[in-house]
């Protein structure tokens, strides 16, 4: 009775804001229906002790050092020496309460953050990156629907468990020797979907998607929320957990390193992944829901992007300033300790952009005395043509598909849910932007 009382009023709110924003017009849009949408959405992160992204008078300006390409977020910690800052670089993000729908019918609360938006009107009102090819997610089945709750809150299709306790099992070695902890030999995600939920969300009676990533509710918090000292503990999945302030509608996330077109610090988050490997490897949510997204292994076409970790990378610093890389180092490391620091082809200033990225891992086949850092797509092309790096055995096209960015490189049927935050240039490395901790 509650659940019905809440999707009947939800229809009375969409119904009433319909009527009242007949006017309103946005690029790639159903007119009513963004406008709205940031409005309820912002007066919710406001009614939660939050103070709402203003688009015309934003709390926070960005330098080109920066580079920050989510103009919302509360602050960001550039600061990536860990021996200062257990964690590496965070971002501190606002953070929306909705409801999950749970399989017996049932609702409860959830907290999630908001980092695209398919329509641009939306997208400038939220202060997230425009990424107009979610939409073609819709009717694939890799999406899920959305209704209004009385209060204009969001109630979600499905629902995720953050209870899990992650353990990953590092793999031994291949016969040939080449391929050396991954892949995986057990994977458990430290947070799991059912089969009703994606981060990717329809907005009501709209044919807008947003990139809606849940990060707590009452089974615990995403583990991209570090513990205060940096380290995976009992701890981390308790709400009192200082990086989650409900209180203050904000959250604090750790950001992930990678590189793109020769420069480090392509800083991301990872949320969601369609794989249990890659969601203990890089402390996502396992959400199966999003192997339905449109297509592997095709760009532009698809509502994904590719990017390239590497299998088999460099383990050790050899000097160089370029650090370690790779599936297998990720893997026998500790926890929010190494990142794969995976490839990729664009920045989310180019709307082919999109925060769902489809893996194309690679792998080398000289010794790992003689495997250099992948820093750029065309390096790895480069390599490829060379021969001293394979598309990964494990992949499951055989073939490359229709990808103008490589036409060597093949898909894993993985895809990664990877909202790009920043890529700083090194002036900024060692800084700290806005207020990155909650109070």
């Not at 009775?1 to 690029?27: E, P, R, S, W, Y």
Request: aromatic content about 8%; glycine content about 10%.
């Amino acid at each position: 009775m509650n659940q019905f009382k809440i999707i009947l009023l939800g229809l009375f709110v969409m119904f009433f804001v319909a009527c009242n924003d007949d006017d309103d017009t946005g690029t790639n849009s159903t007119p009513t229906t963004a406008p709205s949408a940031a409005d309820l959405l912002l007066r919710s992160i406001e009614a939660d002790g939050g103070t709402p992204y203003d688009a015309d008078n934003p709390a926070l300006t960005f330098t080109t050092d920066q580079n920050v390409f989510l103009p919302s977020v509360l602050g960001i910690d550039f600061r990536v020496d860990r021996n200062v800052v257990p964690a590496g670089p965070t971002v501190r993000l606002p953070l929306f309460q909705g409801w999950e729908t749970l399989s017996s019918g049932d609702v409860r609360e959830g907290y999630y953050v908001i980092t695209e938006a398919s329509d641009r009107e939306l997208a400038r009102e939220l202060g997230v990156i425009f990424s107009p090819r979610m939409a073609n997610a819709i009717g694939s089945g890799g999406e899920q629907g959305s209704t209004w709750s009385e209060d204009g809150r969001l109630i979600f299709e499905g629902s995720v468990d953050f209870s899990p306790s992650r353990t990953l099992t590092a793999g031994g070695a291949s016969d040939d020797g080449m391929l050396v902890g991954f892949p995986p030999a057990a994977v458990v995600p430290g947070a799991a979907a059912d089969d009703n939920w994606s981060s990717y969300v329809v907005l009501p009676g709209s044919d807008i998607i947003i990139n809606a990533q849940l990060v707590a509710n009452s089974t615990g918090i995403h583990d991209r929320i570090p513990h205060p000292d940096g380290n995976g503990s009992a701890q981390e999945d308790d709400l009192n957990n200082p990086n989650l302030a409900i209180d203050q509608a904000s959250v604090v996330m750790q950001l992930l390193d990678g590189w793109h077109d020769e420069r480090p610090y392509y800083f991301h988050l990872v949320t969601d992944t369609s794989d249990p490997a890659p969601a203990a490897i890089e402390l996502g949510v396992y959400a199966p829901r999003l192997a339905n997204l449109p297509t592997f292994g095709e760009f532009p076409g698809g509502s994904m992007l590719p990017f390239s970790p590497t299998a088999n990378g460099r383990t050790f610093d050899n000097g160089d300033g370029f650090g370690v890389q790779g599936l297998n180092t990720a893997s026998i490391s500790n926890r929010q300790a190494q990142d794969p620091t995976n490839t990729f082809p664009i920045d989310p200033s180019n709307e082919l952009y999109s925060p769902m990225w489809d893996a194309h891992i690679t792998e080398f086949t000289v010794p790992e005395a003689e495997r250099p850092i992948l820093r750029s797509f065309d390096q790895i092309n480069d390599l490829l043509e060379q021969g001293i790096l394979i598309p990964f055995r494990g992949n499951i096209n055989p073939n490359p598909l229709a990808n103008t960015l490589s036409d060597r490189l093949t898909a894993t049927g993985a895809i990664i849910n990877c909202p790009v935050v920043t890529q700083p240039f090194s002036a900024a490395i060692g800084t700290q932007v806005g207020e990155p901790r909650n109070r």
